[in-house]
């Protein structure tokens, strides 16, 4: 080998920055707020189920914390991103843009409006859609009619764009605005893994006119399954939480709905904890970024290996860590998987690209090579809340 990559460097820096005894896995939980007391009110009251105070102050309290105009609590994530493509006006048939490297349920949440996943490329530097590239693209591939952007290949319409801020980096939203604009794009993030990271100063989730959070067990804070749509427009914010709870119209006792609903509503004992889990967020954003920092500095040294880190623009939750190997060595990566995890480190590779799963495979894309270099060299690590006390 001519290269000077040892892998026992590499366990010998994760050793520094992780407890010395006991397994770590990729991301657990952190309960050390008001969880107990939120969730023991609600069974004790019997408010456990689809409506409550919680939920009411859940939504609250997190449109405060994002500075969004109205957050819906919903179900999970997935419903999240299938509300706001219904609420982008995603018409059967219609084309989505979707980055090739993203986790199933950006896509699966094309397929539920009966729409066609678009696949396009990462940036090398947010890991997320790279605008620049997408505009090239097209500028190549499509036409502006009078309804809007047009697939001169497929002749379907390409209704909306869907940027995920990968591991919590945001993508650079002011490109993504202008290629929106340039292309009648609508704009929905998928923000499930960035509560807490900020672009610019601003929160992820206010850039498009709707955005998709999701609170599951592994994410940076849970409501043990749960998930959001947040929105800068009042009307859409109303219209989001309409059709998450079954289109009902208000009355004392008639079952009138105006339209096809969904049964998304967040229950009142997840939004209880996810009261509590809120309050502990800022902190938890703290000590995030400090076990961030301090891979950082554990690798810098290492050989073979580059600390991802947020790009100038943001301030990111650093949801999951990652470090890229160098090119050279990209077919060494599951043997690092295998000396890491039978470490008790628990590390990952990314997500499979959304085209080789076999139900997406004849789906339109453009040349996802960046996705498709990251895909071979990238390796998750622990980024548990607890691991940056
Ligand atoms: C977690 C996640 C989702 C889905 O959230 P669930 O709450 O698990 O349904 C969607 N998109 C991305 C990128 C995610 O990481």
Excluded at 101 to 126: G, M, Q, W
Excluded at 184 to 213: C, P, Q, W
Excluded at 286 to 305: F, I, M, S, T
Aim: charged share 25%; net charge negative.
């Amino acid at each position: 080998m001519n290269h000077s990559f040892q892998p026992d460097l590499l366990l010998d820096a994760l050793r520094k920055v992780l407890p010395s005894s006991g397994d770590c896995p990729l991301h657990e939980p952190l309960f050390c707020g008001n969880e107990n007391k939120y969730v023991q009110e609600c069974v004790d009251t019997g408010w456990v189920s689809s409506v409550g105070k919680f939920v009411d102050r859940f939504e609250a309290d997190l449109a405060a914390y994002t500075g969004v105009k109205r957050a819906v609590a919903v179900v999970n994530g997935t419903a999240a991103l299938h509300v706001c493509l219904i609420l982008s006006d995603v018409q059967p048939d219609d084309e989505v843009l979707v980055p090739a490297l993203t986790f199933i349920a950006t896509a699966n949440a094309v397929t539920y409006c009966r729409a066609v996943p678009h696949f396009v490329d990462s940036s090398e530097k947010t890991l997320g859609v790279d605008p620049e590239a997408l505009d090239a693209y097209l500028a190549e591939i499509s036409e502006i009619r009078a309804d809007g952007c047009y697939n001169r290949k497929t002749g379907r319409r390409i209704r909306a764009v869907v940027p995920m801020h990968t591991f919590g980096h945001p993508v650079d939203m002011d490109k993504m605005i202008a290629v929106c604009g340039k292309y009648r794009l609508a704009l929905v993030e998928d923000a499930a893994e960035s509560v807490g990271s900020f672009y610019k100063e601003k929160h992820t989730g206010n850039f498009g006119h709707i955005a998709a959070m999701s609170f599951n067990g592994n994410k940076t804070i849970t409501t043990g399954g749960g998930g959001a749509v947040l929105t800068n427009d009042e009307e859409l914010g109303k219209l989001a939480k309409h059709i998450t709870t079954q289109a009902k119209l208000p009355h004392r006792w008639a079952y009138a709905h105006d339209r096809i609903g969904y049964n998304y509503r967040m229950p009142n004992i997840n939004a209880a904890l996810g009261c509590a889990q809120l309050e502990t967020l800022p902190a938890f954003v703290e000590k995030k970024r400090r076990l961030a920092e301090k891979y950082r500095k554990a690798l810098e040294n290492v050989p073979g290996v580059t600390f991802f880190v947020e790009p100038e623009f943001a301030k990111s939750n650093y949801w999951l860590n990652a470090i890229l190997l160098d090119k050279e060595i990209a077919d060494k990566r599951d043997y690092v998987l295998e000396a890491l995890n039978d470490a008790g480190i628990s590390s990952r590779p990314t997500w499979d690209l959304m085209y080789t799963m076999p139900m997406f495979k004849g789906c339109p894309r453009m040349d996802c090579k960046v996705a498709e270099d990251i895909g071979r060299r990238l390796v998750n690590l622990p980024s548990s809340v607890r691991l940056g006390e």
